[in-house]
């Protein structure tokens, strides 16, 4: 019984290490591993998400359909995920596929590293006044000589630009510096975070820090529009609850976070709570899976919330603290 307890944690363990190997994301994985012969995947990245941190009824499928679809030995994947690891490079094939793969994720590198450089290159810009907010930028073709790098590479980091916030692309007209140019200067205080998919655990741990800090600024804030908008949000919250609107809620979710942060009038917390929230929208589909969770999500904000407006400082970072904790434990935000 024991063995077998212990082959079951190897094969999770060894999925996910497979994976990471691979350089994949859950959902690449899902879309290029375990679908069907139409393309249409056989799990959702959650249902994936809880087989490699918690195993699972479905753990011995995947396993059968990796070692079919990757022409692997089934009994690999109950090795120890230590020599599991070590002879990856000979357990894997050798076939044009898995070449394939890794040749795609040392594009998405290139990329990650041009987003860095064009950051870094207009942020040296705002400082120097040659651009300001508002501003337009050069064109994709330019960027493109500048950097010795295709015009679609520096198209494909512009968008994700866009989607941080930090540039506004506007079709038929050119891209433009956001209206909020402080983006610039605290975007790149956690670049290496953003950069990475498989450090997904690093931006939730970073993002639940800023959380708890907003929670206790944000009982002292005596700003009323803001708390005003605090309760709008509640109020929101509490209809989604009350109707079992998932959808909703979850966007309230974002929302009441945001406000928090806002509350707490910490511009820097602030920008980073929107980036970070931008970012895990892109890299991780975890979300409500029951009412169970929908009703301890919601006591906990309705927690928080109290104490807010209490101005009790203490009682908001404590029932922050609880509620990340809780958050951790109900999902596994890893992609």
Same mark, same amino acid.
């Given at each position: ?6 082959? *079951? ?6 999925? /996910? ?101 064009? *950051? ?20 994709? /073709? ?97 209809? !989604? ?19 928090? !942060? ?12 929107? *980036? ?53 434990? /109900? ?5």
């Amino acid at each position: 019984m024991e063995n077998e307890k212990l082959k *079951t944690e190897y094969k999770k363990d060894n999925i /996910r290490l497979l994976r990471r190997y691979l350089r994949l994301t859950q959902e690449e994985f899902i879309n290029q591993f375990l679908a069907d012969e139409n393309g249409k995947a056989s799990m959702s990245v959650a249902t994936l998400s809880n087989l490699e941190s918690k195993g699972g009824k479905r753990l011995n499928e995947v396993v059968l359909t990796l070692s079919e679809n990757l022409a692997m030995d089934i009994t690999a994947f109950s090795m120890k995920p230590e020599e599991f690891a070590e002879n990856l490079d000979n357990l894997l094939p050798n076939s044009t596929d898995t070449e394939v793969i890794q040749k795609s994720s040392s594009r998405k590198g290139s990329i990650n590293q041009l987003l860095n450089e064009l *950051t870094m290159y207009f942020a040296d810009q705002l400082f120097d006044k040659r651009l300001k907010k508002g501003d337009k930028i050069e064109s994709d /073709r330019v960027l493109a000589s500048k950097f010795g790098v295709g015009r679609s590479a520096v198209r494909e980091a512009l968008k994700v630009l866009d989607v941080l916030g930090m540039i506004d692309i506007r079709p038929g007209q050119g891209s433009y510096i956001s209206s909020n140019e402080a983006n610039f200067f605290i975007i790149p205080l956690s670049w290496s975070l953003f950069l990475n998919g498989n450090q997904v655990d690093d931006i939730v741990e970073v993002r639940n820090l800023l959380q708890v800090r907003a929670a206790e600024l944000a009982a002292e804030c005596e700003d009323k529009e803001y708390i005003s908008r605090l309760y709008e949000i509640s109020h929101k919250s509490h209809r !989604a609850y009350v109707e079992q609107n998932y959808k909703e809620f979850l966007e309230d979710d974002l929302e009441f976070h945001l406000c928090i !942060a806002q509350c707490s009038q910490n511009q820097v917390i602030y920008s980073l709570m929107q *980036t970070i929230n931008n970012l895990m929208k892109r890299v991780s589909r975890s979300g409500m899976v029951n009412s169970e969770q929908l009703k301890h999500v919601y006591e906990e904000h309705q927690k928080i919330y109290g104490f807010i407006l209490a101005h009790d400082a203490k009682g908001a970072r404590e029932a922050m603290e609880d509620h990340v904790k809780h958050s951790v434990e /109900r999902y596994d935000y890893r992609s």
